[in-house]
T-cell receptor
Framework: NAGVTQTPKFRILKIGQSMTLQCTQDMNHNYMYWYRQDPGMGLKLIYYSVGAGITDKGEVPNGYNVSRSTTEDFPLRLELAAPSQTSVYFC????????????FGSGTQLSVL | DAKTTQPPSMDCAEGRAANLPCNHSTISGNEYVYWYRQIHSQGPQYIIHGLKNNETNEMASLIITEDRKSSTLILPHATLRDTAVYYCIVRSNSGNTPLVFGKGTRLSVIA
């Protein structure tokens, strides 16, 4: 299993540009999450999904959109990039059950200039 | 708001046990205590979780007080590679409640 794969690893955007951060998992997990982490801070939940076709807002959803058309993929879209969205973005999926466990991707470092 | 309180930082000598405390005085009966850690800028890594009994795995031990209002993560023989930010999270594992991370404890293992 590749686990959770995020692309790209690094990206620089200009203010007002848009982009999609890709996230895919090959573990057939229903639950997937997007977090952002600002320098020196903890992770903040942006959006999450409990299965294909179902998404919900987290703590900091403004400026982002998500979709979940398949179990494997959970892309995060930034429509009008702002400097405040400079952050590291982590995607994660959840193995449910007694041995419940979050699996994280390696992150996308995004700078908006 | 995070449901847990952790010290912002701790030091531990290499080879000694690292004991990381976490207060969760408002924990509910169906909420578990989870521990994750984040090494440098990598994605967080699962360590252990428990409900009310003490738990042990290959990475660590989790000691939960009888009233469940606090817990301690124990790394029995800390190494330099255990230097990381450790997050204590309280969450119900029923339904679709996501894990909400606080600021965690930055553990520095010193040679």
């Amino acid at each position: 299993n590749a686990g959770v794969t995020q692309t790209p690893k690094f990206r620089i955007l200009k203010i007002g540009q848009s982009m999609t951060l890709q996230c895919t998992q090959d573990m057939n997990h229903n639950y997937m999450y997007w977090y952002r982490q600002d320098p020196g801070m903890g992770l903040k939940l942006i959006y999450y999904s409990v299965g294909a076709g179902i998404t919900d807002k987290g703590e900091v959803p403004n400026g982002y959109n998500v979709s979940r058309s398949t179990t494997e993929d959970f892309p995060l879209r930034l429509e009008l990039a702002a400097p405040s969205q400079t952050s590291v973005y982590f995607c994660a999926s959840l193995r449910e059950g007694r041995s419940e466990k979050l699996f994280f991707g390696s992150g996308t470092q995004l700078s908006v200039l | 708001d995070a449901k847990t309180t952790q010290p912002p930082s701790m030091d531990c000598a290499e080879g000694r046990a690292a004991n990381l405390p976490c207060n969760h005085s408002t924990i509910s009966g169906n909420e578990y205590v989870y521990w994750y850690r984040q090494i440098h800028s990598q994605g967080p890594q699962y360590i252990i979780h428990g409900l009310k009994n003490n738990e042990t795995n290959e990475m660590a031990s989790l000691i939960i007080t009888e009233d469940r209002k606090s817990s301690t993560l124990i790394l029995p023989h800390a190494t330099l590679r255990d230097t990381a930010v450790y997050y204590c999270i309280v969450r119900s594992n029923s339904g679709n409640t996501p894990l909400v991370f606080g600021k965690g404890t930055r553990l520095s293992v010193i040679a």
